[in-house]
């Protein structure tokens, strides 16, 4: 699946709301394509009548004083911890007085339980305002900040491209201002006389010797420069 999939329920968050009483129950919607599918420890305990939502109303014996939030979750975490195998759990707050009030973002463990006291987590998952995601792996996570660093890398050296310049005398050298059309860079210099000198080699002609378009260029140049001043010699030009 898509790291990027999501899962939301809007007929369970207009009929129920959602709260840390019930917000594992919202994960383990049988519609949720995230939730694992083998029986998870989570369910056998909802069939011993096992709940954060139960300890909270009923208590944790029947005719006992309900629990709070935070020592619901405890209990329930407890009842977790006497079964092996998948679980999912619901991580605390960051804070106490978190416990006894909605929050946009709930933070559940998927995780195999060998043992009371040992797990691995098979993965992470976040509800954010009622929407169900899965925590990126630290793969994807590495992948994606080395795909941006190349990219940013791979920008600044075309940036700095135009700017280098080499001469055999000097080595490399770096020009970041804006050159003028008065150019006195030692590299453009460089380029221009290659030019020249590269016309110079490929015209083969005897110095003075003119091909036919350019003596019929020079013809009515030196046309254009005897009407002009006949013109300015006229009797009939205002001044």
Known sequence: ????????????????????ANVLDYFLHPLNPFRTTVNTSNEVVAMQGIGI?????????????????????????????????????????????????PSPLYTIRHVLRTNPTTTKVLGIYYVVEGVIYKAPSVRSVMKTNVTRTYEGLSGACEALAPC????????YTWVF???????????????????????????????????????????ASEAIDQILVRISKSSLLVK
């Open 1 to 20: 699946m898509s790291e990027t999939a999501s899962f939301v329920d809007p007929v369970f968050l207009a009929r129920f709301g959602l709260n840390r």
């Open 53 to 101: 939502g139960i300890f909270m109303q009923q208590g944790l014996h029947h005719g006992e004083p309900p629990l709070s939030p935070q020592q619901a979750e405890i209990e329930y975490q407890n009842a977790l911890a006497k079964l092996t195998g998948e679980q999912y759990e619901l991580m605390p707050p960051s804070e106490p007085s978190l416990y006894a009030q």
């Open 164 to 171: 280098a310049r080499y001469l055999p005398s000097l080595g």
């Open 177 to 219: 201002e804006p050159q003028e059309k008065n150019n006195t860079d030692p590299y453009s210099l460089m380029q221009m006389a290659k030019k020249r000198k590269r016309r110079k080699i490929l015209d083969n002609r005897r110095p003075g010797e003119r091909t036919a378009a350019e003596e019929e260029g020079i013809r």
